[in-house]
């Protein structure tokens, strides 16, 4: 593994870290105050009625007739009734190092922009040639990281690279069984086409995602993910985790490593 692999995986563990904090005090999609903690099962009831959605921002992708545009959950403070949303932020790369014919522009994956935020709750596409608009997802999810696209030029290994597809990763079904859709059911890793079309789950529906790690010589991502050994669709701590790889150049091309 290179330095500057190794690097990466650091970056992506101590993501990881760190929005485990933000996480365990409000990251779910249920309606909270801004000034309380959020109950240990606050997340989405799956029979729960049909809440809000409020847009925040376009994001541009390196194709200029693909625009998305992440769509969060209202809530409301307890105290004022006003409403709340999250914003969208972005995973960057916290090095200067920039190997020879490499230029990532920062991000943790050349050619691709990755995106998160508050109550995320779905993405929406948008063709402006078309002038056609859908979601990636047919009812609410909570999104842990979209990538898509980058608008900048980013080179990998001396060659321009861009992506035409998007990955997310999310939590999509009360796999736990306790009425919600939180952070203890299982994540999950999609596959959509440019078009936002096309969706396809890159792991298997029992797995769900801990970690990922970027090889810049294969263009390979490999995402640790653990199995649900005991099928009470939560990830525990003691279950074994293995590890899967994408094909960047074709994510047609999957498979497992360990």
Same mark, same amino acid.
């Given at each position: 593994?290179?330095?500057?692999t190794?690097?990466?995986?650091c970056?992506?563990?101590a993501? #990881?870290?760190?929005?485990?904090k933000?996480?365990s005090?409000?990251?779910?999609i249920s309606e909270?105050s801004?000034e309380?903690?959020?109950?240990?099962?606050?997340?989405?009831?799956?029979? #729960?009625?049909?809440?809000q959605?409020?847009p925040y921002?376009?994001?541009l992708?390196?194709?200029?007739a693909?625009?998305?545009t992440?769509?969060?959950?209202v809530?409301?403070?307890?105290?004022?009734?006003?409403?709340?949303?999250g914003?969208t932020?972005? =995973?960057?790369?916290y090095?200067?190092?920039?190997e020879?014919?490499?230029?990532?522009?920062s991000?943790?994956?050349?050619?691709f922009?990755?995106?998160?935020?508050?109550?995320?709750?779905?993405? #929406? =596409?948008?063709?402006t040639?078309?002038?056609?608009?859908q979601v990636?997802?047919?009812?609410p999810?909570?999104i842990?990281?979209i990538y898509?696209p980058?608008?900048?030029?980013?080179?990998?290994?001396?060659?321009?690279?861009?992506?035409?597809?998007?990955?997310?990763?999310?939590y999509?079904?009360?796999?736990?069984?306790?009425?919600m859709?939180?952070?203890?059911?299982?994540? *999950?890793?999609y596959?959509?086409d440019?078009e936002?079309?096309?969706?396809?789950?890159?792991?298997p529906?029992?797995?769900?995602?801990?970690?990922?790690?970027?090889?810049?010589?294969?263009?390979?991502?490999?995402i640790?993910a653990?199995l649900?050994?005991n099928n009470?669709?939560t990830?525990?701590? *003691?279950? #074994?985790? =293995?590890?899967f790889w994408?094909?960047l150049?074709?994510?047609?091309?999957?498979?497992?490593?360990?």
């Open positions: 593994m290179t330095k500057h190794f690097f990466l995986f970056v992506f563990i993501f #990881s870290c760190s929005n485990d933000l996480e005090k409000g990251f779910a909270i801004d309380e903690t959020v109950p240990e099962k606050s997340g989405l009831a799956k029979d #729960s009625a049909v809440f959605t409020q921002k376009v994001l992708t390196a194709h200029p693909h625009r998305l992440p769509l969060f959950k809530n409301y403070n307890k105290k004022t009734q006003k409403p709340f949303i914003s932020d972005f =995973h960057y790369r090095s200067e190092e920039i020879s014919g490499n230029n990532w522009n991000h943790l994956i050349p050619g922009e990755a995106a998160y935020g508050y109550n995320l709750v779905n993405i #929406s =596409h948008f063709n040639g078309t002038q056609k608009q990636l997802f047919e009812k999810v909570l842990k990281t898509y980058a608008f900048t030029k980013d080179t990998l290994n001396n060659k321009p690279v861009t992506r035409n597809f998007y990955m997310v990763s999310a999509d079904e009360d796999t736990n069984k306790d009425g859709i939180n952070l203890q059911d299982l994540r *999950r890793f596959y959509f440019l936002g079309e096309n969706k396809r789950a890159l792991l529906e029992n797995y769900s995602i801990q970690a990922s790690e970027y090889d810049p010589a294969n263009d390979v991502v490999y640790f653990k649900d050994e009470n669709g990830a525990d701590d *003691r279950e #074994s985790v =293995h590890i994408i094909d150049t074709n994510p047609e091309k999957t498979g497992r490593q360990l």
